[in-house]
T-cell receptor, first 111, second 113 residues
Framework: QKEVEQNSGPLSVPEGAIASLNCTYSDRGSQSFFWYRQYSGKSPELIMSIYSNGDKEDGRFTAQLNKASQYVSLLIRDSQPSDSATYLCAVNTGGSYIPTFGRGTSLIVHP | DTAVSQTPKYLVTQMGNDKSIKCEQNLGHDTMYWYKQDSKKFLKIMFSYNNKELIINETVPNRFSPKSPDKAHLNLHINSLELGDSAVYFC????????????FGDGTRLSIL
C-alpha cells in the first residue's frame, strides 16, 4: 500500500524564521511530488512540484527531493504570518496519475 | 473565469435524503476527481474519472456515485445520506499524466442533521 507520511504538527515558527516541512513516502517507484497549501476553510492550492533529486527554488519556497531516502521537504524562508496554513504533500507513482496525499502539516507563523 | 467550480458551496440536509453536487472545469483537462476531507483534514480520494475509465476507491460506499455527462463535468450523487457523510467534498481536475498537479474546486461543505 502506498503511504505518504507527514508530521501533523502544529509546527510553530517565529516570523522571519525558516519553516521546514517534511514528507516521507513508501513507494520507490514514485516520480512526481507536489506541495499544496490549504488555508482554513479553503481548497488546496499547488505551491511547488518537483520531479528530480535535489533542490528546486521558487521565491521563498524551496522543495528538496531525495529519492534514495524517500523523502521530500519544503522550506519556507522568511516565514510570514500569511504562511500559516496546512501543507499537504502529494506523491504520484510512475504510471499512475492519481496522487496519494499525506495528512498534512499545520504551520503556524507567529509575529 | 473560475477553473474548477462546484455547487453548492454549502449543503445542509436531513439524514436519509438524496443529494447531488455538481462540478465543472474549464481547463480542458481530461481527468476529474472527487475527494472527501474529514474533520481531521485528511484528503481521501473517492473517484477518478476520464473518458476511458472510472477508478473507484473500494472503501467508498455504493451510495456514492459519480456521473459525467461530458469530460468537463463530473457530478457526485449521494443516496440515503448518513451522519458520517458530513465532510467537505472537493472536486479536482488534471491532465491524465502522472507529472501533472491537480486543480481543486472551492469545496462543498455537507452537513447532515
Amino acid at each position: 500500500q502506498k503511504e505518504v507520511e507527514q508530521n501533523s504538527g502544529p509546527l510553530s515558527v517565529p516570523e522571519g524564521a525558516i519553516a521546514s516541512l517534511n514528507c516521507t513516502y513508501s513507494d520507490r517507484g514514485s516520480q512526481s511530488f507536489f506541495w499544496y497549501r490549504q488555508y482554513s476553510g479553503k481548497s488546496p492550492e499547488l505551491i511547488m512540484s518537483i520531479y528530480s533529486n535535489g533542490d528546486k527554488e521558487d521565491g521563498r519556497f524551496t522543495a528538496q527531493l531525495n529519492k534514495a531516502s524517500q523523502y521530500v521537504s519544503l522550506l519556507i524562508r522568511d516565514s510570514q504570518p500569511s504562511d500559516s496554513a496546512t501543507y499537504l504533500c502529494a506523491v504520484n507513482t510512475g504510471g499512475s496519475y492519481i496522487p496519494t496525499f499525506g495528512r498534512g502539516t499545520s504551520l503556524i507563523v507567529h509575529p | 473565469d473560475t477553473a474548477v467550480s462546484q455547487t453548492p458551496k454549502y449543503l445542509v440536509t436531513q439524514m436519509g435524503n438524496d443529494k447531488s453536487i455538481k462540478c465543472e472545469q474549464n481547463l480542458g483537462h481530461d481527468t476529474m476527481y472527487w475527494y472527501k476531507q474529514d474533520s481531521k483534514k485528511f484528503l481521501k480520494i473517492m473517484f477518478s474519472y476520464n473518458n476511458k475509465e472510472l477508478i473507484i476507491n473500494e472503501t467508498v460506499p455504493n451510495r456514492f456515485s459519480p456521473k459525467s455527462p461530458d469530460k468537463a463535468h463530473l457530478n457526485l450523487h449521494i443516496n440515503s445520506l448518513e451522519l458520517g457523510d458530513s465532510a467537505v467534498y472537493f472536486c479536482a481536475s488534471s491532465r491524465q499524466d502522472s507529472n501533472q498537479p491537480q486543480h481543486f474546486g472551492d469545496g462543498t461543505r455537507l452537513s447532515i442533521l
